[in-house]
């Protein structure tokens, strides 16, 4: 067992940490403060300047769309190298946009590189991977549990030439960037069809008539500005029948495929968090002093960093597993692992993040440090993407199966 990284990773490591020290970590409080001077109302959001400028100049580094393996249209990395690439990343929540990685955007490349027509491709995946437009994953419903998506309600019905939509959605991020222009949406097309054959995804422009965004949610009181995250209502909405991906009834397939790849890609990033909030946990308890001595030496804060060290390495080696099981036997070989890593890396930095925030006192919860805002983002990937106690049941499920 080799626990190396390719000659080709490691260059790649050095690239993307030397692009991070330079350009975004010495200038988050600045691209915070360029997104808050319009973070009040959602229709006026802005890019800010600096992911312009980061886009631009990773762009002509190199460093783009290394997230899809594919080596005509992606970076040609498997999971495994770009893991660490995707860790360094997650050392601060919104880096990823400016390597063309981020969520739900690569998602969505992945389903229109796997699965859509070559017009599909065209139309939309170019620019996605050019990073010229955004876009939005439509699935989660508020009037239903949408943990169990055979739950949606949301319609996408085929008539004639046509597939009409109706329903509503929520917790659709990105759909407030100025740039977002289509989105992918699940619905049911036919009810009577077996249980995983009812359900279609669609491509939507959002300039379609019926597309209507109804408001943006906070997450923790900040809207995430300039994605946030939109309810949708869809009235009579008309798309081409060619914006059914891979055809009708495919809908549950294509988000298996999906996920896989979105859910390691969250967890990858999530071991950069976490790593990050061990590095200002030890930096605060070493260089503060109460009852004359180091925090590092009181009550049971030594225990704390050695802790959060040992979870973050078993957090980071089942990722890998997830990763080349993936590469070796693809998304479907890979179903207890990546389901495990999506309970772990969560949890892992929720709990080191915390740790973290506690040993900076009041500190740890303003904007003088990064913790409040990385804690948000592992918080909500306790839920997004499926809750926890949905992971653990489908592991139970194959666990259980082998006995029977
Ligand atoms: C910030 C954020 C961004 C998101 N982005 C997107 C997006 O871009 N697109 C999109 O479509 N969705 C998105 N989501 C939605 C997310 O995927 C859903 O919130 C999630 O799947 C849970 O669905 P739900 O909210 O309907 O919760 P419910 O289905 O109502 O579940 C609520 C709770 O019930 C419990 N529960 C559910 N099932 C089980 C079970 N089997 N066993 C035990 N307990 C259970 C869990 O505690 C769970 O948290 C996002 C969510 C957040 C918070």
Not at 185 to 212: C, I, N, W, Y
Request: proline residues 6%; aromatic residues 8%.
């Amino acid at each position: 067992m080799d626990f190396s990284h390719s000659p080709k990773a490691q260059e790649m490591i050095a690239r993307v940490k030397a692009f991070m020290d330079e350009h975004i970590i010495p200038n988050e409080l600045k691209y915070m403060e360029q997104v808050d001077e319009h973070n009040g109302d959602w229709t006026k959001w802005q890019v800010p300047a600096l992911m312009e400028e980061w886009k631009e100049r990773a762009k002509a580094e190199g460093l783009w769309n290394l997230f899809l393996p594919d080596e005509h249209y992606g970076a040609g990395l498997t999971n495994s190298e770009y893991a660490p690439l995707a860790e360094i990343m997650g050392y601060c929540p919104f880096a990823s946009e400016a390597f063309n990685c981020s969520a739900p955007d690569t998602g969505n490349m992945e389903v229109l590189f796997k699965y859509g027509s070559e017009q599909q491709k065209k139309q939309w995946l170019e620019p996605l991977l050019e990073g010229t437009i955004r876009s939005v994953f439509f699935m989660t419903e508020p009037g239903v549990a949408s943990s169990d998506a055979t739950n949606m309600e949301a319609t996408c019905v085929v008539e004639g030439d046509e597939v009409v939509i109706n329903g509503r959605k929520w917790w659709s991020s990105g759909v407030g960037h100025p740039d977002c222009k289509v989105g992918i949406f699940m619905g049911v097309t036919d009810p009577e069809a077996p249980r995983h054959s009812q359900h279609s995804m669609v491509l939507v422009p959002l300039d379609t008539p019926g597309v209507k965004i109804e408001r943006m949610l906070p997450v923790f009181n900040r809207y995430d500005a300039p994605e946030g995250h939109g309810e949708v209502s869809f009235t009579n909405v008309r798309v081409p029948i060619e914006n059914i991906i891979a055809g009708p009834g495919r809908g549950f397939e294509i988000a298996q495929g999906r996920l896989g790849p979105g859910r390691i890609h969250h967890c990858m990033r999530l071991i950069g968090a976490s790593e990050r909030g061990l590095k200002h946990l030890i930096e605060r308890s070493l260089e503060r002093t109460a009852f004359h001595k180091p925090l590092a030496k009181l009550g049971g804060n030594g225990d704390i960093i050695a802790n959060s060290r040992v979870e973050i390495d078993m957090a980071r080696l089942l990722t890998l597993k997830a990763a080349y099981l993936m590469d070796t036997v693809g998304v479907f070989g890979a179903m207890t692992e990546i389901s495990a890593i999506k309970v772990v890396a969560p949890n892992v930095a929720t709990k080191v993040i915390d740790a973290a925030i506690q040993i900076h006192g009041g500190g740890g919860v303003s904007n003088d440090f990064p913790l409040a805002l990385l804690y948000g983002y592992a918080r909500v990937l306790r839920l997004a993407d499926g809750p926890d106690e949905v992971h653990r049941g489908l592991i139970a499920r194959i666990e259980l199966n082998k006995y029977k």
